[in-house]
């Protein structure tokens, strides 16, 4: 068979199975309301969950930073690509976080696979739990060490693996701190106390947690009160920006500094987008209102859904899945949201589980009651329509 015809019978076979992608094509800046494909939509699927990637003072940030510095880096922080701004940003991302020092990255992909890849060893063992994100479960593959997974928040297979992973030199237990998909909450008061009766490291990926869980929205070591050994981060959702970072020890960020091959060999990010995401970590901890806010829309979002009998996955979170099944209904799903004027793409597999397909709603803090109202119809309506008669 040629190359070509065998990618397009797999191609096609993607759409028979209601698991192909295209892009669309974003007009406008990320507000609750959107231009995509000439159409007005209603953004319900957008991580920017503190509606600071349009803020006036972070866009001014940027320019004032570009008409200095330029639009690139230019090379690794390591060599030409490190300026005042990326080690002001790390400064205030530690302070924020309550930890004594952070490392910059260009991406959360990369902090992920940076950080697990350069600390586990061949002799050593990571636990993982089995909703990890991609980006953990790259950092593990790219990693010496042996993986083992755990059931999703089973602390009793958790523990389970660590008894067996005993005989490892050293053992990482590795989970998401908001699960990107089903908006949940890792339990971690749990993992850390496995993880000092079993000896263990545990690496946090709070992603979708900083900026909006805990009394200052430090994450979700805040929203427990407990402390884990090593905080992976992004600046691409809460905090609007683009980039990634890991917070810990003075210790662990000299050693990721000299280790971590996706720090070393990356080009750094662009001095204006350090200098936007900075004003915006000093935003978000001067305008708690915000975060008060996107908390009150996501429980009346998720309240009002389940009242109409939706499946609604998640707790406490803006992230708002809605459980439809198969890859095909939630694709004819989202296309009939997308009728009513919301935008909510379906997921599908390998994204999440077969049979599992959902629509993953998101909340920014500058929706209105009305933009709650607008999803909880479109939703009513789309059912209306895709339901068999």
Same mark, same amino acid.
């Given at each position: 068979?040629?190359?070509?015809?065998?990618?397009?019978?797999?191609?096609?076979?993607?759409?028979?199975?209601? &698991?192909?992608?295209?892009?669309?094509?974003?007009?406008?800046?990320?507000?609750?309301?959107?231009?995509?494909?000439?159409?007005?939509?209603?953004?319900?699927?957008?991580?920017?969950? +503190?509606?600071?990637?349009?803020? #006036?003072?972070?866009?001014?940030?940027? !320019?004032?930073?570009?008409?200095?510095?330029?639009?690139?880096?230019?090379?690794?922080?390591?060599?030409?690509?490190?300026?005042?701004?990326?080690?002001?940003?790390?400064?205030?991302?530690?302070?924020?976080?309550?930890?004594?020092?952070?490392?910059?990255?260009?991406?959360?992909? +990369?902090?992920?696979?940076?950080?697990?890849?350069?600390?586990?060893?061949?002799?050593?063992?990571?636990?993982?739990?089995?909703?990890?994100?991609?980006?953990?479960?790259?950092?593990?593959?790219?990693?010496?060490?042996?993986?083992?997974?755990?059931?999703?928040?089973?602390?009793?297979?958790? #523990?389970?693996?660590?008894?067996?992973?005993?005989?490892? *030199?050293?053992?990482?237990?590795?989970?998401?701190?908001?699960?990107?998909?089903?908006?949940?909450?890792?339990?971690?008061?749990?993992?850390? #106390?496995?993880?000092?009766?079993?000896?263990?490291?545990?690496?946090?990926?709070?992603?979708?947690?900083?900026?909006?869980?805990?009394?200052?929205?430090?994450?979700?070591?805040?929203?427990?009160?407990?402390?884990?050994?090593?905080?992976?981060?992004? +600046?691409? *959702?809460?905090?609007?920006?683009?980039?990634?970072?890991?917070?810990?020890?003075?210790?662990?960020?000299?050693?990721?500094?000299?280790?971590?091959?996706?720090?070393?060999?990356?080009?750094?990010?662009?001095?204006?987008?350090?200098?936007?995401?900075?004003?915006?970590?000093?935003?978000?901890?001067?305008?708690?209102?915000?975060?008060?806010?996107?908390?009150?829309?996501?429980?009346?979002?998720? &309240?009002?859904?389940?009242?109409?009998?939706?499946?609604?996955?998640? #707790?406490?979170?803006? !992230?708002?899945?809605?459980?439809?099944?198969?890859?095909?209904?939630?694709?004819?799903?989202?296309?009939?949201?997308?009728?009513?004027?919301?935008?909510?793409?379906?997921?599908?597999?390998?994204?999440?589980?077969?049979?599992?397909?959902?629509?993953?709603?998101?909340?920014?803090?500058?929706?209105?009651?009305?933009?709650?109202?607008?999803?909880?119809?479109?939703?009513?309506?789309?059912?209306?329509?895709?339901?068999?008669?």
């Amino acid at each position: 068979m040629h190359t070509r015809d065998w990618l397009m019978d797999a191609t096609e076979q993607l759409k028979a199975e209601g &698991k192909y992608r295209q892009l669309q094509t974003m007009e406008s800046s990320p507000s609750p309301i959107v231009t995509i494909n000439g159409r007005h939509y209603l953004m319900a699927a957008s991580n920017n969950y +503190l509606s600071l990637a349009a803020d #006036e003072r972070i866009k001014q940030a940027a !320019i004032d930073a570009i008409k200095t510095y330029g639009v690139g880096s230019t090379g690794s922080r390591l060599t030409t690509g490190n300026t005042h701004h990326h080690i002001e940003l790390e400064e205030s991302i530690a302070r924020f976080k309550g930890e004594e020092a952070c490392l910059l990255f260009s991406s959360g992909y +990369l902090a992920n696979v940076g950080v697990i890849s350069s600390l586990v060893g061949k002799e050593d063992c990571i636990l993982s739990d089995e909703l990890n994100h991609a980006s953990i479960i790259d950092g593990c593959r790219l990693s010496k060490g042996k993986t083992m997974i755990y059931q999703h928040v089973n602390m009793k297979d958790l #523990e389970s693996k660590l008894k067996e992973s005993q005989s490892y *030199k050293r053992r990482f237990i590795v989970t998401d701190g908001v699960f990107s998909m089903d908006g949940n909450i890792a339990p971690l008061p749990n993992i850390v #106390e496995l993880a000092k009766k079993y000896d263990a490291f545990v690496i946090v990926d709070d992603a979708h947690a900083t900026g909006v869980l805990g009394e200052s929205g430090r994450g979700t070591c805040e929203y427990y009160g407990v402390n884990v050994d090593a905080t992976i981060g992004t +600046l691409s *959702k809460a905090i609007g920006a683009e980039g990634g970072f890991v917070v810990g020890s003075h210790q662990l960020i000299d050693y990721l500094r000299n280790k971590a091959r996706t720090f070393i060999f990356q080009t750094g990010l662009p001095p204006a987008v350090a200098f936007a995401a900075n004003r915006a970590v000093k935003m978000m901890e001067q305008d708690p209102e915000r975060r008060r806010r996107l908390y009150q829309l996501q429980k009346s979002l998720r &309240k009002k859904l389940r009242n109409l009998d939706f499946h609604v996955l998640g #707790e406490d979170t803006p !992230i708002i899945p809605v459980l439809i099944g198969g890859a095909k209904e939630a694709v004819h799903f989202a296309e009939q949201l997308k009728e009513f004027g919301v935008f909510a793409p379906a997921i599908r597999p390998p994204t999440v589980p077969e049979g599992m397909s959902r629509i993953r709603l998101t909340v920014m803090a500058s929706f209105t009651e009305e933009h709650i109202e607008m999803i909880v119809k479109a939703f009513e309506k789309a059912r209306t329509v895709t339901t068999p008669k």
